[in-house]
């Protein structure tokens, strides 16, 4: 691997939410200095190159074949089960798949559109900040609620779910605009969750414990007929 390829991997863009953090970082990490409290300090450099690190934003590539759902966020597939979407999303009283894709601080945070869709609904929900990789946290934790609606009329649930650590979640669009599959829609700062609830019947084409890239990893298939997959760690 070229050195060049190399750094392009590292050296990624960065989101503009970041520049104040950064900047508080970086201002703690000079006073430090100034005040000879060299330990800290250094201490601070890592903070302020991890909390840029945090803000990245790497291009993806989004397969586009309509049907397709495309994971909203990186992070680690949590959970795959069948539940009744929260109330705020207005989808119908019933059992659907949902899938929780959890992100720790390493992860890159900024969200995408799982489809292309129309933004039906989108809904705030003030809430307790516990572990988002618990289950509970779907229902007792701060939240932002997306309902899409497709060309077709199917209906796609996407729920950004802050964590023990984060403390806020920020949306980049509004109600009514259309995004397309891959599209940036919002980031949560610092360690979360984001869960996806497909159209009944609509089965998970991924796997629990399967890392997901946030614009790229198939999620499921509308359109497919494919039973739910079945994986294992090798």
Not at 186 to 211: E, H, N, T
């Amino acid at each position: 691997m070229s050195l060049a390829k190399s750094l392009s991997e590292v050296l990624v863009p960065i989101h503009r939410e970041r520049y104040r953090f950064v900047a508080i970082f970086a201002a703690v990490t000079l006073v430090l200095f100034w005040l000879g409290a060299g330990g800290l300090a250094w201490l601070g450099v890592v903070l302020t190159v991890w909390c840029a690190y945090f803000f990245r934003d790497p291009e993806r590539v989004t397969p586009l074949r309509d049907g397709l759902v495309i994971s909203p966020a990186d992070g680690r597939i949590s959970a795959i089960e069948e539940m009744i979407p929260p109330v705020e999303l207005d989808l119908p009283r019933e059992p659907v798949t949902r899938i929780s894709v959890f992100m720790n601080v390493f992860d890159v945070h900024v969200n995408r559109s799982p489809v292309d869709a129309s933004i039906r609904r989108i809904t705030y929900v003030p809430g307790l900040f516990v572990n988002a990789d618990l289950d509970k946290a779907s229902l007792d934790n701060e939240r932002q609620a997306f309902t899409l609606a497709r060309a077709d009329g199917q209906l796609i649930g996407v729920v950004q779910i802050a964590g023990l650590v984060a403390r806020r979640i920020v949306k980049f669009v509004n109600e009514g605009e259309h995004l397309s599959a891959g599209q940036r829609f919002g980031l949560i700062r610092f360690g979360s969750r984001v869960d996806v609830y497909l159209p009944k019947g609509v089965k998970a084409l991924a796997c629990v414990g399967q890392r997901a890239v946030a614009g790229e990893t198939v999620l499921a298939d509308l359109s497919g007929q494919e039973p739910e997959r079945q994986g294992r760690s090798s």
